[in-house]
């Protein structure tokens, strides 16, 4: 995919994107490069970091910025915020698509798995949205897109833990669109469910082996065509949209992305 191939939407916006070197980030990073952004791509992996940007057309690489980023770290957050407002001028979105998937029983969860859990996946949003705001702030239309999960909305079995971090995203991510709409920045959640990553894709593994599997017949499965797994691309696309100006009258809610399999 390159911008030859559809409107230039984000041309002169800067969007960081956390969790970019894999799964839905990375589907993400490249959308929106390909729709004129300039991004920063956000990630814990230097060396998935530099595949990512060998996988961009070098016509395109120069408005890719690599940082690599803890979002779990306050110290971390901050100077790659910094250092990408200073290298590109300007903020204009951020895209909090890094987390985690720990699956328990939840009478087993170790509280180290929890805190794991609550510092990347929502102490990490909240870092990265506490420091990009002043610079959202400073441009015109911006836009905080977070990531929910259907584990949020919907029971999930043997994710309690994950569930409630991202039902709290969810909670955070309303508040910030209420105190800041008079300032102009929209914010917005993203619902994925069923989506090729990393995470949907280590699931089975990371599952208890004596599980009932009766309980998760109702939520693993699309009912759009034949019941597949959808693709980061389906993800990245909204999005983009949700960036640009076509989102523009879209802010405090949520955007469900799972094929049907929550209907």
Known sequence: MNGNHM????????????????????????????????????????????????????????RLLLAEVNIADES?????????????????????????????HTHQMTLDRWNRLVQVNLTGTFLMVREALPHLLNTPNSVIVNFASTSAFFAHPYMAAYAATKGAIAAFTHSIAIEYA?????????????????????????LP???????????????????????????????????????AFITGTEIRIDGGAHM
């Open 209 to 247: 082996g004596d599980i009932d599997w009766s309980l998760l017949e109702n939520n693993l499965q699309a009912r759009l065509n034949d019941g597949s797994q959808g693709t980061p691309a389906d993800v990245s696309g909204v999005i983009a949209m949700l960036i640009s100006d076509d989102g």
């Open 7 to 62: 409107p230039n939407r984000l041309d002169q916006k800067t969007i960081i994107v956390t969790g970019a070197a894999s799964g839905i980030g990375r589907g993400t990073a490249l959308r929106l490069l390909a729709e004129g952004a300039t991004v920063a791509a956000m990630d814990l992996s230097a060396a998935n970091l530099d595949t990512l940007s060998q996988e961009v057309a070098p016509a395109d690489r120069q």
């Open 182 to 206: 008079k300032k102009g920045l929209r914010a917005v959640n993203v619902v994925p469910g069923g989506i090729q990553s990393g995470i949907t894709n280590n699931i089975m593994h990371s």
């Open 76 to 104: 971390s957050v901050r100077d790659a915020v910094a250092d990408i407002v200073r290298r590109a001028g300007q903020l204009n979105a951020i895209v909090n698509a890094a987390g985690i998937l720990y699956a328990d």
